[in-house]
Nanobody
Framework: QVQLVQSGGGLVQAGGSLSLGCVVS????????LGWFRQAPGKERGVVAA????????QYADSVKGRFTCSRDAAKNMVLLQMSSLKPEDTAVYYC??????????????????WGQGTQVTVSS
């Protein structure tokens, strides 16, 4: 049974930084592509970043490029999202998600069958 347990998040002022973590269990970590998604009230869930099984490929939504960094820690079976220069429009519930593949072929939500519990990130102006 694949499980994703998230940590981090909270409230920060605009321009500040936050980190999110997600521990993955129940699947070979290096064979699992991972992603971070977010959903703001009244909006659809969309991708923030995605990383391949061995971390060789990382992709970012245009809105977070240069501000967010997605990485993997194989020793801890963890995927991290480091967020800096945060803006009020980054406010959302953030989710980590896992594919049952090692590669990223699409950012479609439907191709990520496993999800974390979600964590709130609020950026005040």
């Amino acid at each position: 049974q694949v499980q994703l347990v998230q940590s981090g998040g909270g409230l920060v002022q605009a321009g500040g930084s936050l980190s999110l973590g997600c521990v993955v269990s129940g699947r070979t970590f290096s064979s699992t592509a991972l992603g971070w998604f977010r959903q703001a009230p009244g909006k659809e869930r969309g991708v923030v970043a995605a990383i391949s099984g061995r971390g060789s490929t990382t992709q970012y939504a245009d809105s977070v490029k240069g501000r967010f960094t997605c990485s993997r820690d194989a020793a801890k079976n963890m995927v991290l999202l480091q967020m800096s220069s945060l803006k009020p429009e980054d406010t959302a519930v953030y989710y980590c998600a896992a594919r049952d593949r090692s590669y990223i072929s699409t950012w479609s939500v439907s191709t990520f069958p496993y999800w974390g519990q979600g964590t709130q990130v609020t950026v005040s102006s």
